[in-house]
């Protein structure tokens, strides 16, 4: 199986899924088999719009303290663009199914940069700002682990705010179209169907400071993982079925190059990589003075395919990240592993669940303490 997902770089068939230029896998075969498994998985999908695991459309009043004095804002809700912007999701849908068509690493790319926003600051937008010319502080888009984050994230969010933008001039916030395009990209890709809350506002803070220490890295320990999600409110359970978000996706050598040769500082590889991976991904990544732009898909036998096969692997040895690996070998997040392992219903429903926890860090709720950009990025 192994074999069939790994093969050579192949310049042309990458150029036209805008991939990085050198590469380790082949696409061609897989942009076929993608679009015909989205069609098929928006068939058959037993979490389909109709019975989605988070299909309630009660409101939810988001980390929002209202006191007596002070003014009382709509609380989060499915339906909330339902009378200023009706069309609000057939909008952003139109441009995530066009975008998914012409390069499908949109949807990685937009699931990682809602990730990224939330855990910065909440969902609010605010890794969309650009940095401004000449200011002594650089906006969260420009830290360093963003500087990795691919651009089809951002146009994706750029073209669908100009699509809403021109049917509902200044109702929709940039934070909720993020939200929108980041779940249209899971269900396109073979994911779940989930209802996404709306009612967010964009921030009005985009620090690069703050992005270091509220974003998780490839090396950290479960330990360091569990803390992180937890000040974020969200559960081992939730960090797992989250984490399956790495069924779909790529890393770049940088992440994961130590445990192929010298895991720990101890000369050897990390002895939790499968040696026919460890032979692949070494002949791609040097140990030294290898290309920056190399990358590596998480789940190396469906990397296009948002499925349970990410778990399946880490059972196997095949994790990319050692902090992925991590969670099939400790005690407190192993069993999970297994059970999205062995039965995608309960990952879907897990990450359906756990999505839309994340989807409220942090929100930001009125003018008060927010803002609703034209130009997602820059403030209004
Ligand atoms: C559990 C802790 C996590 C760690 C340590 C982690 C780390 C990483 C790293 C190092 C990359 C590769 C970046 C690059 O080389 O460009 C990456 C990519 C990615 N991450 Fe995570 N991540 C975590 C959790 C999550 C969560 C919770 C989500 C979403 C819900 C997510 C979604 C993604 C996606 C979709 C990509 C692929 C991006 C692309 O191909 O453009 N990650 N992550």
Known sequence: MLNSALSSFHNDATSHLQLPKVSLWKWNKFEVNLVEAAAKHAKVNTLNKNEAATSSSSPCLANVVTNNGTRRHRQLAVDYYAKTCPNLEQLVGSVTSQQFKESPVSGPATINLFFHDCFVEGCDGS??????????????????????????????????????????????????????????????????YYQVKKGRWDGRISMASRVEPNIPHANDTVDQLIKLFNTKGLTIQDMVALSGAHSIGFAHCKHFVTRLYNYKGKGQPDPNVDPKLLNALRMYCPNYGGNMDIVAP???????????????????????????????????????V??????????????????DRLSLVGVKRGKKHGEKRRDCSMHA
């Open 338 to 355: 297994q059970e999205f392992a062995n039965d995608k219903n309960k990952f879907f429903q897990a990450f359906a669940a756990a999505i």
């Open 127 to 192: 890794i969309l700002i650009a940095s401004k010319q000449g200011s002594k502080e650089l906006a969260e888009k420009d830290a360093e682990v963003n500087r990795e984050l691919r651009v089809e994230g951002f146009e994706t969010v750029r073209k669908a705010k100009e699509a809403v933008e021109r049917k509902c001039p200044g109702v929709v916030s940039c934070a909720d179209i993020l939200a929108i395009a980041a779940r249209d990209y899971v269900h396109l890709a073979g994911g779940p």
């Open 298 to 336: 998480f789940d190396a036998t469906t990397p296009f395919v948002f499925d349970q096969a990410y778990y399946v692997n880490l059972q196997k040895k095949m994790g990319l990240l050692a902090s992925d690996q991590a969670l099939a070998l400790d005690p407190r997040t192993k069993a999970f």
